[in-house]
């Protein structure tokens, strides 16, 4: 079976157009990929800056300076004289 002319080039106008489409849709899908992967990226980023400022507060929170105030307002501690400090024997590790 030969086919004509006509028919020929329809058949390559076809082939080109589902080529064409092809590319346009797999373009489409590289876009909306690297559309996730810069939303990903941008969540990572605000991940790593609120972690950065989790630890911050967490060692604001564990300082000393507020560790002996928050004692002294909440548990009436105060810092023992030298005569009621006593140093009980033990090894160091």
Known sequence: MRL????LTALAVAALLTA???VTWRQARVREALADVAEL???MSLADAEQAELKRRIQTLESRGRVVAE???RLDMRTP?????????GELE
């Open 4 to 7: 004509s002319g006509t028919s």
């Open 20 to 22: 064409l489409s092809l």
């Open 41 to 43: 990226r941008r969540e």
């Open 71 to 73: 004692a002294r307002e």
């Open 81 to 89: 004289n030298a005569g009621e400090i006593v140093l009980l024997p």
